[in-house]
Nanobody
């Protein structure tokens, strides 16, 4: 059974940085896409970034381009989200997710497995 566990959230001032981790277990992830989503209070969950586990190719949403970087360490079965120059509007619960496949990584409905989420709060 696939398990995803996020860590690394916290409180940071605007302009600061955080690195989120998503530890994955339960199987080999060849052929999987893994992604980060976030949900701010009162808003729907939105796509942040995704990565093809095997090839390492990445996609991210326009609002985080140039500030956030998604990556993965195959040896550690861990995915990361490096977040720099954080803004108050980045405040949200960040969740990692995974599915078998390489198409549709921007769509929440594609993902079968989800972590519990980690809170990121950016103060102004």
């Amino acid at each position: 059974q696939v398990q995803l566990v996020e860590s690394g959230g916290g409180l940071v001032q605007a302009g600061g940085s955080l690195r989120l981790s998503c530890a994955a277990s339960g199987r080999a992830f060849t052929g999987y896409t893994m992604g980060w989503f976030r949900q701010a209070p009162g808003k729907e969950r939105e796509f942040v970034a995704s990565i093809n586990w095997s090839a390492g190719s990445t996609y991210d949403t326009d609002s985080v381009k140039g500030r956030f970087t998604i990556s993965r360490d195959k040896a550690k079965n861990t995915m990361y989200l490096q977040m720099n120059n954080l803004k108050p509007e980045d405040t949200a619960v960040y969740s990692c997710a995974a599915f078998l496949g390489t198409v549709g990584g921007r769509r929440e409905a594609s993902y079968r497995y989800w972590g519990q989420g980690t809170q990121v709060t950016v103060s102004s």
